[in-house]
């Protein structure tokens, strides 16, 4: 039995190995992004996704409450600068997730 967001080896149905957490392209975004960035401030994925500061937070929150990314939140001078990083889980999640997705497109050939 597999858990919420937990990747299980199903090679009969490709498509129940998807990660229901990646089905959002704002987080697909975020963690593509995250996958080849070390970190990144909140002010540049919302540039780069093009989203409001709300509807990435919500996104942000997601990811982070189920263990997906790190949360660093400190200060440049006097002006607060939130980043964020992907954790291993989140990585390995991430991972996963794009080899499902790689078996879908290889289930249907």
């Known amino acids: 039995m597999k ?5 299980s080896i199903n090679n009969m149905n490709p498509i129940g190995n998807l990660n229901k957490i990646f089905e959002s ?4 975004g975020v963690m593509s992004i995250l996958m080849v960035n ?13 989203v409001t500061d709300g509807n990435l937070a919500s996104h942000l929150n997601t990811l982070e409450e189920n263990g ?22 989140g990585e390995k999640a991430f991972k996963g997730h ?9 289930f249907t050939k």
Do not use: S
């Not at 858990?3 to 990747?7: A, V």
């Not at 392209?25 to 697909?28: A, Q, S």
């Not at 002006?79 to 990083?85: D, E, F, I, V």
């Not at 794009?98 to 290889?106: G, S, V, W």
């Open 25 to 28: 392209r704002i987080r697909l």
């Open 68 to 89: 997906y990314i790190k949360v660093y939140k400190g200060f440049i001078g006097r002006k607060t600068n939130t980043t964020y990083a992907i954790t291993a889980t």
């Open 3 to 7: 858990g919420k967001g937990e990747l």
């Open 38 to 50: 070390n970190e990144i401030n909140f002010n540049d994925l919302k540039q780069m996704l093009e």
């Open 98 to 106: 794009l080899i499902a997705l790689e078996n879908m497109i290889k």
